[in-house]
């Protein structure tokens, strides 16, 4: 009981763990009670659980298990992140639980994967249980078996992926036990429920037995589907409706049955087979072969092959090819229907994959169906039909559209049922006008055709057509049929069964949306099923042929209500005389009958007045317009030779066409007279009139044909340029929609062609309008033209160069009168206009020019005949310009010679390919798969050039194709799968550019996806930058759900990383690009009244006006005089709609539209140039408070209407300035919008308003909000650079006045964003404006801050353009007037050119300044500046009118020094008054007039007293003179006080002044200014670096943050700092010193590894670490690391690491001796090696812990030997006492030993004379003595006494090689060899000192004191110094650069264990003596160095001449300055 006591104490989550099985049964229930007891499902407990629970289901003890798995299902179901151990316990369930013998234990495993399912792990799960098919223990197959099963019946086959499963089921069947093939059978029988046949294929090979089995099984099956009856936790939705349905007992309906049951393809379920690898090798010889039976062999071993039914994607090509040779040329009918089957089971097998060949089979088959033989055309209908499904209708229409002209009758047949069948397969949307149009067209040729065959075939298709897309839709295209052949497709319709069952459009039948749009299961359910049970409007029957009831009838593809009325144009034909007089009558007075045919013409005048008048009164239904138009036609009908009763006549005409139902019939009557009047002078304009009102009823392009040939047929020129220019006019007004170009481009060549100039201008006009339209395609039909007309023509399309079609204003009447659903229509025939123009253009087809020749040549082996090949290519292509789709064989020969090894092949290929989208337009889509995609690949070359050809390429085939076909499939997939970094990033820089254009994207999208995340993880860093660009758009169009969700299948490690990155990409996803805006801009003005479509000002509108508003002339006007005044009368009801006011005041709608922005809910008011939907956006904000007919006005195609439009916004300001007030923000929005626009008449209007608007403002004391200015004052700024002078000065002049309605401080960052415009005018403008806020404001205006607007606005100065530089120097010398020289601290650093042209603008204005300002200003001179500042024109005296510029700048510096003085009282407080310590006060200075002037002559006293002396007195300490800070520069002072605040204790202060220092370092030009004070800086950087370390970091109260920031700071600035070399230098060795032990220091601070930002500041010091061994002076970092390696030694209390790193330092830089060598000071770095040898003796150094000092110090001194040989020992100079340490016979035994090992053949041969040769034995007794030695050095117990024989047997024979033996050994051996034979040397020789004579003639003196044991005395030391400077070069006078040596010597040898460095503390004692010292110690160094190679003649170091000379050069350069 003990022990029970002691693990009932213990938590849950530890009796979980404990090893006794009834303390964990005790956790578990525990467990159990606890999981069902917390209520948060994100609670914190669930955590502790997370790695306990897999323990929980793997219990070894049974009793405790079941209480484990229940506590396990507790946590699944009720904790939220149970997620995470899926993959553990699912697996634990699977190996332990499925095979206990208890029931229970198995039901719990089950519940508990189940779970997991329910929490949305399916895959996890499912995973986990088919690993567990593979297990051994039949009892786990079993139960893994019985769960799928359980999860599939429960959660249906949308949940539970069944292709893996029915993967694995035949392989269950064979298994040897019968449980677990009942359960085999059970599961296939529950998947059969769920997906029906498509399991079969997969089952086909089991056993058959069990397959009947199966079978018997299948058949019990019930027929209704089955219902998901659990759901997961994201469905509870679902689970609600589920359980409400049971709740009431209903059924669901069948819409919803589709919805339960995923609709799989058992194509998905197979496995692909591999047959490319499979087919003969001999295949494709044998198929070329003579004999029929080889090809029947091959070919029956290509049908086996295929008939898999799916196979593997691959290269196909060439196989593809060899069928399609077989079917078009081999004379066996027999091999071409098994050539075809072979084709069918390829195209069945891989799908869509196929459709890269579809283009080249399909016209061989279609070809091929002039065979007569019932088996061959079969064969080919059913590889025809397979293939049909791997491709679009679209891409193979011009293959099909080329055989409907065929001779051959049978082939035209079997085109038209192909289309049938097709058609079948295609729905509304699958099958729009763009494509079905072509077909039509060809279909009713042969209608007519005498085949009946043909006609059968024919109707077929026409009546399928109609099934699929409705009457409606077809009908147009049948107008000319006669009643017969229409009931005949009529009938053909309603036979048609479309594929699976569906219903079509055809007879107005209502259809299920979802059943139309739903891909048909394999079991075909019948049509009587699939209906809905609820009754529909339009009843089942298709034959219904009346209209459903208006609103219910849905169309299956768009789904919106249609108008019931018919669009088939009004077809009427022609009336009798009599018929039409009866009709008349009926209508007309009979006085107006009477009198149309009197001789009097006043008669006939009053006539047509009361004719009209009866037309106006009719209703629109009944008036007889034929009957009309042929009274009027009369006699004397177009005769009339009266203008006013023809005028009449000719608006009468207008006016029935205008209102009745107007036909062709009617038009034909008219339209010769119409034509005949347009020349003429008086009815011109209205003959025009009618015409337009006749192509509004009958459509422009038939009107327009009419009108243009009967001009033609006549002679009258005046008529001709008249009618054309009427057509140019009309094609603006009505689009270009329909216009048959052919048909005009005859009659323009004539009209090109005419003598008289007004036709040939007329015809010019007209092809501008038409080039609006068309575009550059136009100009090839006029290139036969002569130059000089082609000129003319050119000229003409330049000034539409830029230019978008306007948007049509008017419209046919049917189009008028459709509802709104027939938009989408619309909008399809719009967007497929640019198509129509392209196909309306002739083609060639060049496939005959394509021969089998030309195509051998292109892939011949020689490069010279495939360029020959290619060259031909461009040529057919040229010569032909435009070309048909059908070019043979080419793709293919192309597509080899993208993969050419020569590059420059591929880039003709490409151009060639270039060429090819231009010539063929649209009809290159069919070519998209086979070629396109070859282009892609090529995007993955080597070369730039290459790729940047195949992009260009691309972009020319997307601009003819669009985007949509290339995104279709897998092939875009599959090329971005392909792991080339090239092609990864030119696809995704592609699609990112293209898919931002696109409104709609195929969903075959989504399949890039899972490879657009791998490039995210791409090694290559730009496929990652382009891959991180595409995420926004690709998320644009997919959606951030679904591209989340993919995310599942990416690898967890890089789940995290993606997620994040889309997280980023959704905050700058940007919007859908917005639909086209309509081109029915008027429609809703239409719709507003019956008496009035729209208002235009043209003279053509006749349809609002009246004939009381028509001026003419005669009796006619005298009684319509009283409107005659308006120059375009409008309605009564017009005027009184206007009456009103303009603006509604809504109470709060501006501040609901300001929190709508700050919500999101609306787009922000942000944008470079206005997209459609900001317009719509504003439309309908304004819709509510703006008058209707004034919003109509704004937004009005006419400009002439927004000028109007701000005229009466102006009348009305006074009167409705609150309202105004109210809708302000959007009043201001529409005005930016008119800053876009480029009509300088609106432009001016809108400035005009703009000024009133914000005097008014200012009167009401209103302020613009941030809301309203933000919408606005961008935009206005962007007319400041406006090139026209009037304009500019308005923008000017609402600026100022902006600045009383607007904070000026609030202004200022608008301006300063003004200035960084590509525009010079507006930056130099924006400058001006900045300089006058300025002065008119104040300092306090510069916002941010003033030396961050200073700093951007003198970047400037340095501008290209003059207006600019000029306008920045006034803008500075602004600030410089309001706050004196501190402008100098404010901008910053400037270039020396820069800050010269500052200097002298400065000077002159401060001369002007002396010379023109009076002391003081008067009141009065106050109140006239502040009276200037208020006027709206004013603009602060620029330079607006063309006055002297001399005096204009004068009266600007004068006004500016006003200004100055003015504000200096308000400023004076601000200024600091006392010098602060270390700061100039410079204003002090510059004031004090007599200083400066007295200045030069102290300057020059002083200077003459520095530079007398030659020599350089000796240092002293003294008083430095007064001014001597006078003549410093201000730069140096400034950069001292700076490096002051360095070391601060404030943490702030020291960012700030790291900030300034980093700021100068990163500028090259401005770092020099450092030069002097590193040494300065870096003490005071590791003073901040100890303090941190010591102080900081200790301290609590402070925040990590901010000493992080400190540290980041600091290590900035080294970075930047030892990224400049020259600087870097300057450090020296004791300042390197503390530096590197700060940074050690750091990088070993466990506080600072312990914050999760010290890993970054830790990676930070690595770097800074590794710049400073690189770039500062190497002899003074190896001195500084090698005195610090001595310290690390000498101290106990350090750390192992710390000397572990100095090492690691120091290695680094011996690995950079060989380059470095030349540079280093080699007597400096010895002393100090001998200094650590001194303290540290060999034997001393190996007793250390670790060997690594020894090892570092031997490598060094190796390596400087082997560096420089013999000379090594030359470099002994610095060290006084060579016998205090073991570095000279170091280095000479090196030295000897190096030059043993080099010693040459011919030495060794000389030796062979010497006592020794009578010694030497044979080679192989030498070799077996030497392996016998070498053996016991091998060996443990014998190595010393090998050594001894080894060295002894050396010195025996001294000749003798040993590199043989330790060549083949490591390199620790080989050093532990020469390491012990220089011991024994060593040992034996007593260790000698062999002195180098000429070191011991100069150190006798100091070796006797030394060896005396005597004090040294420093005299010794400055006698020493004076041989070394004698030595260098230098005479006794100049002591300056040997005062460093002559400190340090002394010092240096001093018998220490640790030889002092110059500390760093000392050297900050005073500042002017420690910047002196580090210069000169800097170029004492640089003076020895170069004094090595130099002559000793020199008597003096010609650097201190150099230097004093550079000295007086600065004074006497700040003197001239101080001048």
């Given amino acids: ?1036 169009h997919l959606g951030y759900d679904k591209m989340e969700k993919a995310t599942s299948k990416v690898k967890p490690s890089s789940k995290d990383q993606i997620v994040a990155a889309l997280e980023k990409a959704r905050a700058v996803m940007p919007a859908k690009p917005a639909a086209p805006a309509k081109t029915r801009g008027a429609k809703g003005e239409t719709s507003r009244s019956a008496s009035a479509s729209r208002s235009q000002p043209s003279s053509e509108d006749f349809v609002d006006n009246k004939p009381e508003s028509k001026k003419v002339k005669g009796g006619y006007s005298a009684k319509k005089g009283a409107s005659n005044k308006k120059p375009a009368a409008k309605s009564i009801k017009d005027d009184e709609d206007k009456s009103g006011p303009l603006f509604t005041l809504i109470p709060n709608a501006k501040e609901q539209r300001i929190k709508e922005e700050k919500q999101l809910k609306i787009l922000k008011w942000n944008f470079l140039t206005p997209r459609d939907e900001y317009v719509e956006q504003l439309k309908t904000q304004m819709s509510t408070c703006f008058a209707k007919w004034l919003q109509d006005e704004l937004f009005h195609v006419d400009f002439q209407r927004h000028v109007k439009a701000i005229s009466i916004m102006i009348e009305r300001l006074e009167n409705e300035s609150d309202a105004t007030i109210s809708c302000l923000d959007l009043i201001l929005k529409w005005f930016t919008l008119r800053f876009f626009d480029t009509n300088t008449t609106v432009l001016m209007k809108v400035l005009e308003y703009l000024k009133l608007l914000f005097a008014t403002l200012n009167r009401e004391d209103y302020h613009l909000t941030e809301y309203e200015a933000n919408s606005f004052i961008p935009y206005l700024i962007l007319k400041v650079g406006e090139s026209k002078d009037g304009v500019r000065k308005d923008v000017r002049a609402i600026l100022t006045m902006l600045c009383k309605v607007y904070p000026a401080s609030k202004v200022f960052p608008y301006l300063m964003d003004g200035t960084k415009s590509k525009n010079s005018k507006q930056r130099a403008e924006c400058l001006e404006e900045l300089g006058c806020l300025i002065e008119g404001y104040g300092m306090n205006v510069c916002q941010p801050t003033p030396a961050k607007c200073l700093k951007e606005i003198a970047i400037h100065i340095g501008d290209r353009d003059t207006s600019v530089r000029n306008a920045a120097l006034n803008t500075v010398v602004a600030v410089y007037n309001v706050c004196g020289d501190q402008v100098y601290k404010l901008i910053g650093n400037l270039s020396e050119k820069d800050m010269s042209m500052l200097e002298e603008r400065i000077k002159r204005s401060s001369a002007k300044k002396n010379t023109a300002v009076p002391p003081k200003q008067s009141a009065n001179e106050r109140s006239q500046r502040d009276h200037h500042l208020a006027n709206s024109n004013g603009t602060f005296l620029r330079k607006s009118t063309p006055e002297d510029p001399n005096k204009l700048k004068i009266m600007y510096r004068t006004y500016r020094i006003q200004a100055r003085q003015n504000a200096q009282h308000s400023e004076s407080s601000h200024m600091p008054t006392i010098p602060r310590e270390f700061q100039l006060d410079l204003d002090m200075i510059e004031m004090d007039q007599s200083r400066v002037c007295e200045l030069p002559d102290l300057v020059q006293h002083k200077l003459d007293e520095l530079l007398e002396p030659v020599v350089i007195p000796e240092p002293k300490m003294r008083a430095v003179s007064p001014h001597f800070d006078d003549l410093h520069n201000s730069t140096a002072s400034t950069i001292n006080f700076v490096i002051s605040q360095v070391a601060s204790g404030d943490i702030n202060t020291s960012i700030q002044a790291l900030a300034q220092i980093d700021e100068v370092l990163w500028q090259e030009n401005k770092a020099e200014v450092m030069s002097g004070h590193i040494d300065q800086f870096l003490i005071a950087t590791f003073m901040q670096l100890r303090l941190i370390y010591n102080t900081h970091m200790a301290d609590d109260r402070l925040d990590k943050k901010d000493i992080f920031k400190l540290y980041s700071c600091i290590l900035g600035n080294m970075l930047s700092l030892f990224s400049l070399e020259s600087l870097a230098r300057e450090a020296s060795m004791g300042v390197l010193k503390d530096l590197m032990h700060g940074l050690i220091t750091l990088m070993l601070d466990s506080r600072v590894e312990d914050i999760e930002e010290g890993q970054q500041v830790i990676r930070s010091i690595n770097l800074v670490i590794v710049r400073v061994l690189e770039k500062s002076d190497q002899t003074n970092i190896t001195s500084a690391l090698l005195v610090m390696l001595q310290d690390t030694l000498v101290s106990t209390a350090g750390s192992p690491m710390f000397s572990e790193l100095v090492m690691k330092c120091l290695w680094r830089l011996i690995r950079h001796l060989p380059e470095t060598i030349n540079t280093i000071n080699l007597d400096r770095i010895l002393f100090d090696v001998h200094n650590i040898m001194k303290v540290f003796p060999k034997e001393k150094l190996k007793q250390l812990k670790s060997d690594v000092p020894h090892r570092t110090l031997k490598t060094l001194l190796h390596t400087l030997c082997k560096l420089t040989g013999a000379q090594i020992l030359d470099h002994l100079s610095m060290i006084e006492n060579r016998n205090e340490s073991e570095l000279e016979a170091h280095l000479r035994r090196v030295v000897k030993h190096s030059s043993n090992l080099s010693g040459s053949k011919t030495d060794r041969g000389n030796e062979k004379t010497g006592p020794h040769t009578e010694d030497r034995m044979s080679k192989a007794k030498v070799s077996d003595i030497l392996s016998e030695i070498f053996k016991k050095i091998g060996s443990k117990e014998n190595t010393k006494e090998g050594l001894t024989e080894l060295y002894e047997y050396k010195q025996k024979y001294t000749d003798v090689d040993l590199e043989p033996f330790l060549k083949n050994s490591s390199l620790f051996f080989q050093s532990y060899v020469e390491r012990g034979l220089r011991m024994i040397e060593s040992e034996r020789d007593g260790k000698p000192r062999i002195q180098n004579p000429t070191v011991i003639a100069q150190h006798g003196a100091d070796n006797s004191v030394s060896s005396n044991n005597e004090e040294v005395k420093p005299a010794v030391y400055y006698e020493r110094l004076k041989i070394l400077r004698q030595r260098q070069g230098l005479e006794n006078t100049s002591r300056s650069g040997g005062d460093d040596e002559a400190k340090r010597a002394p010092n240096s040898s001093l018998p220490s264990s640790k030889p002092p460095v110059a500390s760093s503390t000392d050297m900050l004692q005073s500042k002017l003596s420690q910047l002196k010292e580090s210069r000169e110690l800097y170029q004492q160094e640089h003076n020895n160095a170069q004094s090595c190679s130099t002559s000793q003649a020199h008597t003096r170091p010609t650097s201190t001449a150099a230097n004093l000379d550079e000295l007086k050069k600065r004074l006497d350069r700040i003197k001239s300055n101080r001048q």
């Fill in 1 to 1036: 009981m003990g022990d029970d006591s002691e693990w009932m104490k213990l938590p849950i989550d530890q009796k979980c763990e404990h090893k006794v099985w009834k303390a964990r049964l005790n956790g578990y229930e525990e467990a159990l009670q606890l999981f069902q007891r917390i209520d948060d499902e994100k609670s914190s407990e669930w955590g502790k659980y997370l790695g306990l629970i897999k323990k929980f289901v793997t219990e070894s003890n049974a009793v405790a298990q079941l209480k484990g798995l229940e506590a396990a299902f507790a946590y699944v179901e009720n904790a939220h992140v149970a997620g995470k151990t899926a993959g553990d316990v699912v697996s634990g369930v699977v190996t332990k639980v499925f095979n206990q013998p208890k029931a229970r234990a198995k039901e719990l495993g089950t519940d508990i994967c189940l779970m997991y399912i329910e929490i949305e792990k399916t895959e996890v799960v499912q995973d986990e249980l088919l690993k567990g098919l593979d297990n051994k223990n039949p009892k786990i197959v079993v139960a893994c078996i019985e769960t799928l099963r359980k999860a599939l019946c429960e959660f249906g086959s949308k949940i539970v992926t069944l292709k893996p499963v029915v993967k694995v089921l035949p392989k269950q069947f064979e298994s040897r036990e019968k449980a677990v093939r009942d359960e085999a059978k059970l599961l296939a029988v529950e998947i059969y429920r769920w997906i029906r046949d498509a399991l079969k294929p997969s089952l086909q090979h089991i056993n058959s037995v069990l397959l009947k089995e199966l079978d018997e099984e299948w058949v019990k099956i019930p027929s209704t589907p089955p219902k998901q009856s659990r759901f997961l936790r994201s469905q509870q939705d679902l689970k609600a409706k589920f359980q409400q349905k049971q709740a009431q007992g209903e059924q669901s309906d069948e819409e919803e049955e589709d919805d339960t049951v995923a609709a799989v393809d058992a194509y998905e379920l197979l496995e692909a087979v591999d047959i490319l690898s499979k087919l003969p090798k001999d295949f494709y010889d044998k198929i070329e072969s003579k004999k029929w039976k080889e090809r029947k062999e091959v070919l029956e071993t290509v049908e086996a092959l295929t008939k898999n039914p799916k196979l593997e994607g691959g290269d196909y090509g060439d196989l593809v090819q060899a069928l399609k040779k077989v079917v078009g040329k081999d004379t066996n009918v027999m091999l071409v229907s098994m050539a075809a089957k072979c084709l069918a089971a390829l195209a069945t097998g891989l799908r869509k994959k196929f459709g890269t060949y579809a283009g080249q089979v399909v016209p061989t088959i279609l070809d091929k169906f002039k065979e007569k033989k019932p088996q061959v055309v079969q064969a080919l209908q059913e590889a025809i039909d397979a293939i049909f499904l791997t491709t679009t209708l679209q891409n193979l229409s011009a293959d099909i559209l080329a055989v409907m002209d065929n001779k051959n009758p049978s082939i035209k047949q079997q085109a038209s049922l192909f289309l049938a069948r097709s058609f079948r397969h295609c729905t509304q949307a699958t099958l729009p006008k763009g494509v079905l149009k072509p077909f039509c067209a060809a279909l009713i040729k042969q209608v007519n055709d005498s085949a009946p065959e043909v006609r059968d075939g024919a109707f077929e298709a026409l009546g399928t057509a109609m099934k699929v897309v409705g009457e409606k839709a077809v009908n147009p295209y049948l107008a000319d049929l006669d009643k017969l052949k229409l009931d005949k497709i009529k009938e053909c319709a309603d036979r048609v069964e479309l594929s699976g069952g569906k219903k079509g459009a055809g007879g107005g039948g209502s259809v299920n949306k979802k059943q139309a749009a739903k891909v048909p299961p394999v079991a075909e359910v019948p049509s009587k099923s699939s209906a809905p049970p609820k009754k529909t409007s339009g009843g089942a029957s298709s034959k219904s042929a009346g209209p459903p009831k208006k609103g219910k009838a849905a169309s299956a593809a768009a789904g919106k209500p249609k108008k019931t009325t018919d669009t088939i144009e009004f077809i009427e034909s022609e009336l009798s005389a009599e018929v039409c007089e009866e009709q008349a009558a009926s209508v007309l007075p009979v006085s107006c009958i009477q009198q149309l045919d009197s001789p009097s013409w006043k008669e006939r005048l009053a006539s047509m007045e009361e004719f009209q008048k009866a037309v106006e009164t009719l209703d629109e239904k009944t008036i007889p317009c034929q009957a009309l138009v042929r009274m009027l036609a009369k006699k004397p009908g177009w005769k009339e030779t009266i203008f006013q009763v023809m005028q009449m006549k000719l608006y009468i005409v207008a006016l029935i066409a205008q209102r009745g139902e107007f036909s062709k019939t009617s038009a034909s009557v008219v339209l010769d007279g119409l034509v005949d009047k347009v020349g003429d002078i008086k009815c011109g304009g209205k003959a025009k009139e009618g015409m337009t009102a006749i192509a509004g009823a009958c459509s422009l392009p038939w009107t327009a044909e009419q009108v243009v040939s009967l001009a033609f047929a006549q002679k009258n020129p005046k008529n001709q340029a008249e009618t054309l220019n009427w057509l140019a006019n009309a094609m603006k007004e009505f689009g270009f929609a329909g216009i048959n170009v052919k048909g005009f481009i005859n009659n323009v060549k004539t009209a090109l062609g005419a003598t008289n100039p007004a036709v040939r201008t007329a015809a010019i006009t007209l092809l501008g309008v038409m080039h609006l339209y068309m575009g550059a395609p136009l100009r090839m039909f006029f290139e036969d033209e002569k130059p000089a007309l082609l000129a003319q023509i050119d000229s003409e399309f330049e000034k539409m160069q830029g230019q978008s079609p306007p948007a049509p204003t008017r419209f046919t009447k049917k189009t008028r009168n459709e509802e709104e659903g027939d938009n989408t229509e619309e909008q399809e025939e719009a967007d497929s206009g640019g198509k129509d123009i392209m196909d309306l253009l002739p083609r060639t087809d060049i496939s005959d020019k394509v021969t089998s020749d030309l195509v051998s040549k292109i892939g011949d082996k020689n490069w010279n005949i495939r360029k020959e090949g290619l060259d031909e290519v461009a040529a057919i292509i040229s010569e032909a310009k435009f070309i048909t789709a059908n070019v043979g064989e080419l793709p293919l020969a192309l597509k080899g010679r993208l993969g050419d090894s020569n590059k420059i092949l591929i880039q003709q290929s490409l151009t060639i390919l270039q060429q090819l989208a231009k010539a063929m337009g649209p009809g290159l889509k069919q070519h998209i798969k086979a070629l396109g995609f070859a282009i892609i690949t090529v995007l993955g070359d080597s070369k730039p050039n290459v790729r940047a050809a195949a992009l260009a390429t691309l972009q020319s085939w997307v601009e003819q194709t669009g985007m949509k076909e290339w995104l279709e499939g897998e092939d875009l997939s599959n090329e971005l799968k392909r792991e080339n970094a090239f092609m990864r990033q030119e696809i995704l820089g592609w699609l990112a550019e293209n898919l931002l254009t696109m409104r709609t994207v195929p969903a075959d999208l989504m399949l890039t996806v899972p490879q657009l995340y791998a490039c995210l993880e791409d090694r290559n860093g730009d496929v990652r930058k382009k891959a991180q660009d595409a995420l926004p758009t690709f998320m644009m």
